[in-house]
């Protein structure tokens, strides 16, 4: 007689694998093989709905019959290992960027990128930004040392194709914004983001986004703001705050590093 | 039982209530449905933004039962912490008059396999569901109800009748039970047991709540007929009787209309919440009979 634990991985093989031998002892049907898939099926289109759900702009850019075929080859390498489909699919931009089959749309990965982005961004949790006045009530020499927490909703992205234009273009049905892409323009600089009225897309210019991958990446300010070398970042920097970026903050160790590049502060 | 207790709702009344899906998030606060309570999948819920939102509105109105889908009752490989520290979050945010999951399995080897997977009926995955279900209560500090599943298919070492794994579950871990009568109607056609049967043997004092949906009929390809609970259409006239027998066993229980796939326009899971809501009133003069007799 088997074990709960051997049958549920007889089972798993069956479904995942599609290895219905072990399973198929165990079971007291006629045709075991015509049972087992139906719980196959219900597994990958289940799974594969998932991803269509975080993927929109990938399953209209490829078509339906080629996004399932690709989902189920993600799906048998790459299955779900917790309950909450609403995480499932992280690999999935990597597993496209390495498809053969998808190889002439070189942007592809990149557009699945901003889908996970957006994806993170409508279900991040809720979460408050903290309160200035902590800042405020810290003393100048404390302030440099300052590393933030982002919202988790924020992710800044660069991609190689104008990936924003594309989703966008895809989504809306914008034919005319499609025929106007030039794949060519170099790389896009952009920040996703929840705000009140929904997801937003935005680019940045490549000093901005720089200097807010720094504080969302939570180096300490000084750090950020002597990489940048530039005084709008200050201007930057109360933009993010005023937007409610930033959920916490701690303090970085005081060290003799940080402390020189002070000096650079603007 | 499970002290101390967590804060919740006031309990749902012996009314149709309704899945709540987030087609219908709008109309619900636009039209404000004449439905008694409504039930959410507790994993449609885990993040953060729009839908919390809704619900946060909705629920002021109206009282939740959260239905879970993926926590693995019956796992060998024991629950997932991480999935029962989210929902315990939810929970916490939604305080609801209800909380429940399913006799069945979805976790093994690490994955997750995206169904309510049949459960071997024996001693070892009976002990293995009673140790989960005390932890959940525990853990969560309330009574659960837990749901009896549609099945396609059965394990040669079964040894114990589904209805009365069901009811040693409760009996054992003092939770309720979800009676699906649709789930019974289904595997009893699907294993040829008697659906009345199934309905007689479990204990009423248990019963928490039914379920009705619709299901599908699939030709396997060695001929034979399998019902799929899909919840992708009407009840159909045969479940809405074996309901009048399970209301006539049981007394009047909070009865929820589910509708997963092809969901219809909310007028029309109002409409079978209507019927159940008339079938649930006749059922309560019944009782109100039987005890002045």
Redesign the interface.
Known sequence: ?????E???A??AS??DRNDGPAAT???????A???N??RN??VT??TK?LRLSYPAIHRLVGNDFFEGAAGLFIAQH????????EYGADFPQFLRGFQPAASLEYLADVARLEWAVKRA??????EPFDFKRLDALPPEDQVRVCFVPHP?ITLLCADYPVDVIWRGVLGGDDAALAGVDLKTGPVYLLVE?RATGVEVSRLDTAAWHFAAALCEGRPLAEAFAEAGDTSVEVQLAEHLAAGRFIDFRLAPCDAALTASLETVP | MFPPAAKQQSPIPAKAGIGLRFQHHQAVLDTDPDVAWMEIHT?NY?????P?RYLDAIRRDYPISLHG????L????GL?P??LE?IRRVAERVEPAMMSEHIA???????????L?P??M?E??LA?VCRHVDQVQNYMKRRILVENPST???????TIPEWEFMTAVAERTGCGILCDVNNIYVSAHNHGWDASTYLAALPPAAIGEIHLAGHSV?S???G?T?R?DDHGSHVIAEVWALYGQALARFGPVPTLIEWDTDVPPLDVLLGEADYAGALLASAGQEARRADAA
């Open positions: 007689m088997p074990t709960l634990l049958l549920q991985r089972m798993r479904l995942v165990m079971l007291a049907e006629n045709v075991p015509d049972r087992l139906v719980y219900t597994f289940g799974v998932a299955p779900p290992c917790a309950a909450y489909l609403d409508i279900h991040a949790a809720d979460v909703s929840r | 994993e885990m993040g953060g933004g729009t919390l889908v993926g926590l693995s019956g796992s060998a490989e997932d991480a999935h989210r399995w979805s976790m093994a080897n690490g994955t997750y396999l995206a169904d997977l459960l071997p024996t070892e995955a293995v396609y298919l059965r394990f040669r070492h079964s699939r396997l390809p060695d034979s399998l799929i």
